[in-house]
């Protein structure tokens, strides 16, 4: 059974930082891209990040690209979101996901994962 566990959220002033960790079991993530996706109270769910596990290609949204980070580590398979110079806008529930084997242009599209976390609350104060 695959599963994805999120943990790392919580509450944070402007400016600050946070790191969230998506934990896999069940799957491989050599195998697999890894997903962050967001979901703000009243908006519709969207892509944050990706990272390919065999070779750590990355895409990120234009929303985050200079401030957030993607990263794995396959022995502990795990993936990671370093989260910096948050604003109030990024307040959302994070999930990470698992599909495919790649990140591509099209990393984006909610339809091409498989497997999805439960979420983590991400709050960010003015």
């Known amino acids: 059974e695959v599963q994805l566990v999120e943990s790392g959220g919580g509450s944070v002033q402007a400016g600050g930082s946070l790191r969230l960790s998506c934990a896999a079991s069940?799957?491989?993530?050599?195998?697999?891209?890894i997903g962050w996706f967001r979901q703000a109270p009243g908006k519709e769910r969207e892509g944050v990040s990706c990272?390919?596990?065999?070779?750590?290609?990355?895409y990120f949204a234009d929303s985050v690209k200079a401030r957030f980070t993607v990263s794995s580590d396959n022995a502990k398979n795990t993936v990671y979101l370093q989260m910096n110079s948050l604003e109030p806008e990024d307040t959302a529930v994070y999930y990470c996901t698992a599909g495919f084997e790649f990140c591509t242009g099209e990393w984006s599209d909610q339809r091409d994962y498989d497997y999805w976390g439960q979420g983590t609350q991400v709050t960010v104060s003015s």
């Open positions: 069940g799957l491989i993530l050599d195998d697999y891209a």
């Open positions: 990272i390919s596990g065999s070779d750590g290609t990355t």
